[in-house]
């Protein structure tokens, strides 16, 4: 592994990897405590664009490989070893592999929870902002979780289920602890918006600028779910489906029409993308600022 490619991997998630977490965090930078030398003023910053780093109070700086070389007072070569150790999974802090380990894993050793709290990790706060959903809507309704396998620790944005578990998400692993919906009861016994991930729900209540759905939710979190859900479903006159628009949910959305003569495919408004995510990701949208017209709701 050359240098370009370990250079790349972001030097906050190195920090966070080693409980070295930001002072001030801005979005898209933040002040840490130097972490090889005594600073109360958290005169180290981190460049999440750029992924570089400077120490105001030594005038050091530079890229990853820069920075580990810096704290394990250690050569190029070390560091890089170190590095690519992390990278590929064979470090206890790696996230690389973290997906690799759970599918070896799921049907053997369930994920272990140990912290659940509120979102405030930088690397999950900027995995958030990669997919332009709005952090305080984020808080509102998901989770930071701190979990394990194989006595290995990771965390993770969590979404509960109906049955207690969590879809957890971050930069490199998409997995949960038991799959199951997520219903939302808003008080509108009308309509229920139907969402094949919370990724999905999320944007849009990031496009809407609402901190909570004005109808009643389920979010799938998983086609194979439908099923669970065709009883309650009847209940609703109006049913408004999110799903992606790929051929499994296009096939979802006819299964749904099939059986209700009441359901709108919103789909048809993102054809051009592969979900409602990918489509929030594409517009750019400013969350706070721009409502995006033509959803239902």
Same mark, same amino acid.
């Given at each position: ?165 969590? &879809? !957890?998400?971050?930069? $490199? ?15 509108? #016994? @009308? ?63 006819? &299964? !749904?029409?099939?059986? $209700? ?15 409602? #995510? @990918? ?19």
């Amino acid at each position: 592994m050359d240098s370009k490619i370990i250079n790349k991997f972001p030097i906050r998630d190195y920090l966070a990897g080693s409980n070295i977490y930001p002072a001030k965090d801005n979005g898209f930078y933040a002040m840490y405590h130097s972490p090889f030398r005594k600073d109360h003023n958290a005169s180290m910053k981190v460049d999440y664009d750029k992924n570089l780093w400077i120490d105001y109070g030594t005038g050091e700086g530079g890229t990853l490989i820069d920075l580990v070389m810096r704290i394990e007072n250690c050569s190029n070569g070390k560091a890089m070893q170190l590095l690519e150790q992390k990278i590929t999974g064979t470090h206890p802090f790696s996230f690389q592999k973290e997906k690799e380990v759970i599918q070896k894993t799921s049907q053997q050793q369930r994920i272990a929870i140990h912290k659940v709290g509120i979102l405030a990790n930088p690397s999950l706060i900027g995995y958030l902002h990669e997919r332009c959903i709005d952090i305080e809507i984020a808080r509102l309704h998901c989770h930071e979780v701190h979990y394990s396998v194989n006595s290995k620790p990771y965390f993770a944005v969590g979404f509960k289920n109906d049955n207690g578990g969590y &879809e !957890l998400r971050n930069k $490199y692993f998409k997995g949960c602890t038991s799959k199951d919906t997520t219903t939302i009861k808003a008080g509108n #016994n @009308d309509t229920c918006q139907l969402f094949e991930g919370f990724m999905d729900y999320l944007s849009f209540l990031t496009m809407k600028n609402w901190h909570q759905p004005k109808a009643d939710v389920i979010v799938l979190n998983s086609l194979s779910n439908l099923a669970k859900v065709k009883n309650t479903l009847t209940a609703y006159r109006s049913i408004i489906a999110f799903l992606d628009s790929d051929e499994a949910g296009k096939r979802a959305a006819q &299964e !749904l029409k099939s059986c $209700y003569p009441n359901v709108t495919d919103q789909s048809e408004c993102y054809a051009k993308h592969k979900d409602m #995510n @990918d489509y929030l990701c594409s517009k750019k949208l400013l969350p706070k600022k721009q409502v995006r017209k033509g959803f239902k709701l």
